[in-house]
């Protein structure tokens, strides 16, 4: 059983940064991709960065440019670096790990990022 924890959430003003960070624990980590997503009240939740098991990354178009997923095997983390936040960027951030084989999903309890003046 994969379990994933969030820290690093909080508020900022536009134009601020803020960087995330999952901790993963379990067995078999090096074979799962992840994923930070996030939700806003009323709204789906919406994939915002990913990273595999070999390091290749995919960002939303309203990620591209300003975030960062990093991820360090050693320490089963994953970073999420989010500069130029936005307004729009308010929202729950959830961690998310997928087996590369049958798409098992787990989930963080999630971390609030709140940008506002």
């Known amino acids: 059983q994969v379990q994933l924890v969030e820290s690093g959430g909080g508020l900022v003003q536009p134009g601020g940064s803020l960087s995330l960070s999952c901790a993963a624990s379990?067995?078999?980590?090096?074979?799962?991709?992840m994923g930070w997503y996030r939700q806003a009240p009323g709204k789906q939740r919406d994939l915002v960065a990913h990273?595999?098991?070999?390091?290749?990354?995919t960002y939303a178009d309203s990620a591209k440019d300003r975030f960062t997923i990093s991820r360090d095997f050693a320490k089963n983390t994953v970073t999420l670096q989010m500069n130029s936040l936005k307004p729009e960027g308010t929202a729950v951030y959830y961690c998310n790990a997928r087996h590369f084989l049958d798409d098992t999903d787990h989930w963080g309890q999630g971390t609030q990022v709140t940008v506002s003046s």
């Open positions: 379990g067995s078999g980590l090096a074979l799962y991709a």
């Open positions: 990273i595999t098991s070999r390091g290749g990354t």
